[in-house]
């Protein structure tokens, strides 16, 4: 377990409602929260707090963008961020997400970015944006008291040809002995989350065959989590102990066999 900092416990509240909500809301919902799409998104690389301190950071050759500096608050104004966030940025980690996110989510996540990190201001309500939940159910409506992060329950399909940061190309046969000798005891060797470690963690390692997992692990945003981890669970962070080939390698054996694949082919 990491520190319980002040940073890690707002992960791990993050997480664990996430997790809560994921798994008791129905899957037709048109959110659009800004800050889940963040989260979803850029958090990986950028930070939670947008600073760029991400442990995605230190496997990436050019850093990802610290939205707080004074460069950021000269350089970036909301047309900027939604072109980049739309068309990415050449030679970088930093892609397009134009095929997995509306030109709406795009502008609003833009307009977030620049508004929370950028500014510095406090996270405003999300506006009647999205069907809250709360409001799905029949209940009272939840604008008076804004959520941190209004998870959604299944983004857009990513885009599944993008293909590793880097430049790096991942080995199948490597990246499975690595997978069965690594990662297996909690994903599974199906990849179903359920290996014999599961059953005493929470929250559940990932499941890799569920369709929410297939819309969104392309091999960029598989690399993404296996290199950082994921905060305030016990997934790790593999680049303190894995070499970039490796978790290459690794990405690309769960991404073919477990994402690609038809569920049936790997039962
Ligand atoms: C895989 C890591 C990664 C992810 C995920 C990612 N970025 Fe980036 N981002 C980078 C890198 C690397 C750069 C380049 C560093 C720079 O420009 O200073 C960058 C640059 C940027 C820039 C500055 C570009 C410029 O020069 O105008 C913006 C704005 C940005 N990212 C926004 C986002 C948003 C919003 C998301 C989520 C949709 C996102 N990024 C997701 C890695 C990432
Ligand atoms: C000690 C148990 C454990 C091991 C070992 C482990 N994981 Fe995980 N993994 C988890 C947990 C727990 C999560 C968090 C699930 C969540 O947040 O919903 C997770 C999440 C993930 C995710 C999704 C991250 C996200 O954004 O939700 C990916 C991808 C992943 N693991 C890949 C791997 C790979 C590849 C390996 C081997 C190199 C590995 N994991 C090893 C427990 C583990």
């Known amino acids: ?115 929370r990190f950028v500014m510095g201001q406090a996270p405003a309500p999300a506006a009647g944006t999205g069907i809250s939940g709360t409001r799905a159910h029949g209940g009272r409506e939840a604008d008076a008291t804004p959520l941190p992060a209004t998870p959604v329950s299944t983004p857009a399909k990513a885009d599944m040809t993008a293909g590793l940061p880097n430049g790096l190309k991942g080995d199948r046969k490597r990246g499975g002995a690595f997978y069965n000798a690594n990662c297996a005891t909690c994903h599974g060797t199906r990849g179903d989350g359920a290996g014999p470690r599961a059953y005493f963690i929470k929250p559940k390692p990932r499941n890799f065959i569920a369709e929410d997992s297939r819309a969104r692990f392309n091999r960029l945003a598989l690399y993404a989590a296996v290199s950082e981890g994921r905060n305030g669970s016990e997934m790790p962070a593999w680049k303190q102990v894995a070499t ?7 990405s690309e ?15």
């Not at 068309?87 to 996110?101: D, F, N, R």
């Not at 970039?244 to 690794?250: E, K, L, N, R, S």
């Open 1 to 115: 377990m990491p520190q319980p900092t002040l940073a890690h416990r707002a992960a791990l509240a993050t997480v664990a409602l996430a997790v809560g909500l994921l798994a008791g809301w129905p899957q037709a919902r048109a959110a659009t929260d800004p800050a889940a799409l963040y989260h979803n998104y850029c958090s990986v690389c950028h930070g939670d707090k947008g600073d760029g301190k991400s442990r995605a950071a230190g496997s990436l050759s050019t850093l990802p963008r610290d939205f707080t500096s004074a460069a950021s608050r000269a350089e970036l104004t909301p047309a900027r961020v939604a072109a980049v966030v739309a068309h990415g940025k050449p030679g970088t980690a930093m892609v397009g997400w134009k095929t997995q996110l509306s030109e709406g989510d795009i502008q609003q996540l833009a307009d977030y970015v620049v508004r």
């Open 244 to 250: 970039p080939q490796q978790m290459a390698d690794v």
């Open 253 to 267: 054996y769960v991404f073919q066999t477990f994402i690609a694949a038809p569920p049936a082919a790997v039962r």
